[in-house]
């Protein structure tokens, strides 16, 4: 990529962020990101459609890095106990970044697109469970589950809290 193509969609990155940490999704506007970002709103549009094409790559972009930085992510099914610690590491890690980006109207995507990839991963390791209803609706519930019980108790003991959450989904894919 082009060093100057780099460097402006850099600057637009940073200026979203910026605003987007201040500001509902909505309420942002293409005129005061690119005086931010010192660029013409032509050059935002040479690289974005508008500004929910931004939010939707930056927020994919996020969630797919954490995916990947999973050592094995076989384990989601070999060893459920540590693919949920895995998986919820690298979340928590992002997590500043997710808030940002996931806030607001945004939030309730983020469960969403997390099962989306997570289920990508499983079907790629595991292409016997494609097309199973049964395994389908299993794989909802745990990670639909496991996210918001973790989400709505993450101020507890973490550790503790993924412990027990590990010890759940094991238990569930083993019955």
Not at 73 to 80: H, Q, T
Not at 129 to 150: C, H, N, P, S
């Amino acid at each position: 990529m082009d060093l100057r193509v780099k460097k402006t969609r850099n600057s637009i990155i940073n200026a979203f962020i910026e605003l987007r940490s201040k500001k509902e999704l909505e309420r942002i506007t293409i005129k005061e990101l690119a005086e931010l970002a010192c660029i013409n709103k032509a050059t935002f549009y040479q690289h974005y459609k508008d500004i929910y094409d931004l939010s939707e790559k930056l927020e994919l972009e996020v969630l797919t890095s954490a995916i990947q930085d999973m050592n094995h992510p076989e384990n989601l099914i070999s060893d459920p106990r540590e693919g949920v610690m895995e998986i919820a590491n690298a979340i928590l890690s992002r997590r500043p970044m997710l808030d940002i980006l996931y806030s607001g109207t945004r939030r309730p995507l983020l469960v969403d697109r997390l099962e989306q990839l997570l289920k990508e991963v499983i079907y790629s390791n595991c292409p016997e469970y494609q097309g199973d209803l049964e395994k389908d609706l299993l794989f909802t519930v745990l990670i639909q589950g496991t996210f918001r019980a973790f989400e709505q108790h993450m101020n507890d003991e973490n550790e503790k809290v993924l412990e027990i959450l590990a010890n759940i989904s094991e238990n569930m894919l083993r019955s």
